[in-house]
């Protein structure tokens, strides 16, 4: 008969991943003719539980370098954009844990997907993935084996000199004959 013991550990309860997709608009002067580039930096995000749903609030960076005056001239325009998400991340275990921790990592940072002229205003596409994980308090029953285990030899350097000088004082060199 096996005994058992109940270890509380802090464990992940529930976990999922969503990919975002927003668009926006922009309206610089001069007006643009053609877009040369498009990133987004400073991604900054935290997780908020609000009764069973996960709220991620955060915010980028987009940088989009335009030529104007019939691709004459070049200009960056900046922008922050803010955001937040709200996702529903589904508990592996049924158990009421109110104090749970909710990590929010960034599986694949905010990037511009698109973006295009359209009336004299830039509208460009932003996607990104994030992964949620809620970690709670949990248990974890282990069985307890009632035998101890053996105790192994500790042999420390004075010990293996004192057996190699034993093997050199009782070896003779010549056992053939």
């Excluded at 053609?34 to 539980?49: P, Q, S």
């Amino acid at each position: 008969m096996a005994n058992y013991k109940e270890i509380v550990t802090k464990a992940v309860i529930g976990k999922g991943k969503k990919v975002f997709t927003t668009t926006h608009s922009i309206t610089v002067d001069p007006v643009p003719t053609t877009i040369l580039g498009c990133w987004v930096i400073n991604h900054n995000f935290k997780g908020n539980k609000i009764g069973d749903l996960v709220t991620i609030d955060g915010s980028y960076d987009i940088n989009i370098w335009y030529s104007y005056d019939s691709d004459t001239k070049t200009e960056v325009v900046r922008q922050t954009n803010t955001y937040q998400e709200t996702v529903n991340v589904k508990k592996r275990e049924d158990d009421d844990i109110s104090n749970e921790e909710i990590i929010v990592r960034s599986l694949k940072q905010p990037s511009c997907t698109k973006v295009e002229i359209n009336n004299g205003a830039i509208h460009y596409t932003i996607e990104k993935e994030l992964g949620i994980e809620l970690v709670g308090d949990t248990k974890v029953k282990i069985a307890i084996d009632p035998e101890e285990d053996p105790w192994d030899d500790i042999i420390d350097d004075n010990d293996l000199k004192n057996i190699e000088q034993q093997i050199d004082n009782e070896v003779t060199e010549d056992f053939l004959e």
